[in-house]
């Protein structure tokens, strides 16, 4: 294969994934100790799997954690959804035991998110040691503290940077001495969704903790996506569903993406007497991508 088709193909398979993690709509945080419920994702029909070694493993299961987490991993990749993996902080011991027994296993998930994210050089870092070991694990950066917000620029501007962005409302509610509620965290909501189109990177939303609450989810769920946000994450299997329902797009959605796209090809033009430039289009061709559909017409 020459220079020139390997960078193409490079590109392509780049481009591929980008389009793939935008079209991935709910994710489900399983523990880590819990292998036996890591094929719960795919049956209720969430698009992605959190398996978990951080917050949803008491310290004294951390190593059991990490060997069962590996051991799934290690599977061929058609053969399970989606795989996020959260280490614990790579500043903690168990961090570093996270990333050094995934080093050294031959499990290689499709995700790794980063908890306590608050600078681009802990994005930097991690990613050399994943290319040290030639593994394509990309990198999902979860700002859940105030040092995080701050240094957001840096992130999504660095040389590497993450795939995707996380926010994660408990720990971010905590550190801001804030309720976590919706009003109260959405000023830091707004800036993740910022940041993060400044650098066309998609982003997640924390999961909703209030497991009884049904509409409560779905109106958390709804403000996000009109904030931008890409994905919604849940923390038991009943929230799947919701969450699928409000973040795929619909029939009619699709048709007028389609048709908006259709006029905007002519150049500026209008449809349904409501003007259609190139900004509209930009949010016409992110209706497809979440549909997972091709954008051209």
Known sequence: MNAQLQATTSEETLQVKHKQIHTLKSWLFTPATKADHFGRAAEVGADALIIDLEDAVAPSDKQKARSAALQYLEQPLENRLPCALRINAPVTRAGIDDLHSLLESSATPDYIILPKCDSAAF???????????????????????????????????????????????????????????????????????????????????????????????????EAAVQLGYHAKCAIHPAQVGEINKILTPGEEEIANARQILAVNKQGVGSLDHQMVDEAVARRARMVLERAGLSTEI
């Open 123 to 221: 994005v930097r870092m991690v990613r050399s040691l994943l290319d040290q070991v030639a593994k394509k694990t990309e990198i999902i950066a979860l700002i859940e503290s105030a040092s995080g917000v701050e240094a957001l620029p840096d992130i999504v501007k660095s040389d590497v940077r993450p795939a995707a962005l996380l926010f994660g409302a408990a720990d971010m509610a905590s550190d801001l001495g804030a309720k976590p509620s919706w009003e109260g965290l959405l000023l830091v909501r707004s800036r993740i969704a910022q940041a993060a189109a400044l650098a066309s990177l998609p982003i997640l939303d924390s999961p909703y903790f209030d497991l009884s609450n049904v509409d409560g989810l779905k109106r958390e769920t």
